[in-house]
């Protein structure tokens, strides 16, 4: 990453500036033009070094106050391709693929849903084992209690 790149990210990681022309904002607080933030932040998204530009909502706030984690034993040789099925649902907001611990934690494929209420999130949830299929053994859920963190990782 470029000294540019890095204060781009490191512009941004907080949050756009809530003001009418954000990147205008950004370009001035770098000391550069507006298409260089622009043509920065394009060249990053392409090629994966940042993800997305958009609105990240307090789901609490906006009452979704039933969160869990599903965990899944999915099969070895399934769960690459059923993980981008499930990550790609609506309502499921992280799903990564994490290496077993046996014999105590069978589970490979975790999936976070959120609900307004549990009820909500356990429909959800039997629609994931759905999608799974024959190819999971077994799954549990791990409902959130409280936020002790919550924020994505920062460039110092």
């Not at 070895?76 to 994490?98: K, M, Q, S």
Request: aromatic share 8%.
């Amino acid at each position: 990453m470029n000294a540019l790149d890095r204060a781009l990210v490191k512009a941004t990681q907080g949050g756009l500036p809530l003001v009418a022309r954000p990147y205008e904002a950004i370009a001035r607080q770098l000391g550069i033009a507006q298409d260089e933030v622009l043509a920065g932040l394009e060249r990053m998204l392409a090629d994966g070094r940042i993800r997305r530009i958009g609105a990240v909502p307090n789901h609490y706030a906006l009452g979704y106050t039933a969160n869990a984690m599903s965990v899944w034993d999915v099969a070895d040789e399934a769960v690459h391709a059923l993980g981008r099925e499930i990550g790609a649902l609506p309502f499921v907001t992280h799903c990564y693929r994490r290496p077993r611990r046996l014999p105590d934690w069978p589970y490979n494929l975790f999936a976070m849903v959120h609900g307004k209420d549990r009820a909500e999130t356990e429909r959800k949830i039997f629609e994931i084992e759905a999608r799974l299929g024959k190819h999971t053994r077994s799954h549990d859920v791990l409902y959130s209690t409280r936020i002790l963190k919550k924020n994505g990782m920062r460039l110092a």
